[in-house]
């Protein structure tokens, strides 16, 4: 499809890519343009020909889905009748995304470009802290009166629709206080003489416009929502949370959960739009504290070196017990922090999960124990340098007790995150390794220094 419309565009058959936006998805002409925008030979002057070609009815919507990049560009290149025609096509809670990712200087154009009505909506919603619901609802809902009958909200509905970002759920006010909802099937399958009082639903579920996001994303997930009512404290209706923007904020905090289980500083940029310099500066923090931390497992080494003099054998065994300590401690903590994520686990399960993790790792410890012991005495029983049974009751049991020890950590430091109120995430696999290195060193020569009677 790029190639043909880029064909098209050199012949200047500005009709036949008109017919072929026509036909496109909103989403799929954005990532179009997002490839003529990326193409580092195409002429940037072509994307905002090709936006001028959109239909009126989808420019706004396709604006929408395009990178912060791209829309500043075009912005820039917009006179301020097409600002203005956009930003008026486009609803409340995409032109705050919009605004948020801008410099200054463009966020003055675009609240200019606004009427006055949709100013003062954008700046209700920019008032809210960065992760609140608040932040990531949009103001543009359906309300009727608890007192029309079903045909007057239907006409209602067909007056004030088109501009709404959803008609799929209907939100019943008095006085501005939310008092009940339904949705739309239940208003087009009741008779047009009942009353929206007598067909709503008044056991209402709704969030406050303080409360996360990503708990407000959760909640939506859980109740199967299509859009979520979010009140104040005098349960006033202010706004509502679509399903679509639900979906942005798992996104998000999904990607910043793996950067900090990485230990990499999250990013809102892409990878490729991320300079070189800023990858560095988000990796760089967390690898030098762990490279100091690592100093302690030196240290550990260091105070054992008369074990190294009498059995050297066993040097060739700690990359081994290091990295059977780190992987079984990522297992851990991976499922603890998506329990805690999904809301399967919270902190009255504390040592429900630790006795749970000790009966999994005395499981796996004894399995890796018995299979390593076969191997070494396999391996060893011909040298005479050292006995093969004390080697493998040595690493055997350094590697139960490392195994028992790295889940037990790794089970407990997420959830001792959650309750200092930091991210669990944090609490992740490069930091348990560093823990369990030094702990696992300590133990496997202290292990070797009894066995082997080592003075």
């Known amino acids: 499809m790029y190639e043909q419309v880029l064909q098209l565009l050199t012949d200047r058959n500005f009709k036949r890519i008109r017919e072929i936006f026509i036909d496109m998805n909103e989403a799929d002409v954005a990532s179009l343009l997002q490839r003529f925008h990326d193409d580092h030979e195409a002429d940037k002057r072509d994307l905002i020909v090709l936006f001028r070609l959109l239909n009126k009815d989808i ?14 560009m075009l912005i820039n290149a917009f006179t301020d009748k097409e600002l203005q025609e956009v930003i008026d096509d486009l609803y409340v809670d995409d032109t705050v995304d919009i605004i948020e990712e801008m410099p200054a200087n463009v966020v003055s154009r675009i609240l200019a470009s606004a009427d006055s009505e949709t100013r003062k909506q954008i700046n209700q919603i920019l008032k809210y802290p960065k992760d609140s619901a608040g932040s990531v609802m949009t103001t543009e809902y359906v309300y009727l009166r608890k007192d029309y009958t079903v045909r007057e909200a239907l006409d209602w509905i067909r007056h004030i629709g088109v501009v709404k970002e959803t008609v799929y759920t209907l939100y019943v006010t008095e006085n501005r206080v939310l008092i009940g909802v339904l949705s739309l099937l239940d208003l087009i399958t009741a008779d047009e003489a009942d009353r929206i009082e007598d067909i709503m639903e008044t056991n209402i579920i709704s969030v406050s416009t303080l409360e996360d996001r990503e708990l407000v994303a959760s909640k939506m997930a859980k109740y199967d929502f299509a859009a979520m009512p979010v009140v104040d404290k005098d349960m006033r209706l202010v706004g509502i949370i679509t399903y679509d923007d639900a979906m942005d904020v798992i996104e998000e905090e999904t990607t910043e959960d793996f950067s900090k289980m990485a230990a990499v500083a999250p990013s809102e940029d892409s990878y490729f739009k991320t300079s070189v310099m800023k990858h ?57 922090i998506r329990g805690m994520a999904l809301g399967e686990i919270n902190m009255r399960d504390f040592f429900k999960v630790l006795f749970k993790e000790l009966r999994v790792a005395v499981v796996c410890g004894i399995i890796l124990s018995i299979v ?44 001792a995150a959650k309750k200092l109120k930091l991210d669990p995430a944090i609490m992740a696999a490069p930091l348990i390794t560093t823990i369990v290195d030094t702990c696992s060193t300590l133990m496997f020569f202290a292990l070797a220094t009894v066995v082997f009677d080592i003075k």
């Open 59 to 72: 420019a706004a919507d396709v604006f929408a889905y395009m990178d912060s990049d791209m829309q500043m």
């Open 280 to 336: 560095a500066k988000n990796r760089i923090m967390w690898l030098l504290v762990l490279m100091l931390s690592a100093t302690l497992t030196g240290a550990v080494v260091n105070k054992y070196q008369s074990a190294f003099a009498a059995v050297p054998v066993l040097v060739s065994f700690l990359s081994m017990l290091s990295g059977t300590g780190g992987n079984c401690g990522s297992q851990t903590s991976t499922l603890v």
């Open 372 to 415: 390593n012991a076969g191997r070494i005495i396999l391996v060893y029983h011909n040298d005479t340098s050292v006995n093969c049974y004390k080697l493998a009751f040595t690493v055997s049991g350094a590697i139960l007790l490392t195994v028992i020890l790295s889940k037990l950590i790794a089970a407990m430091l997420p959830m």
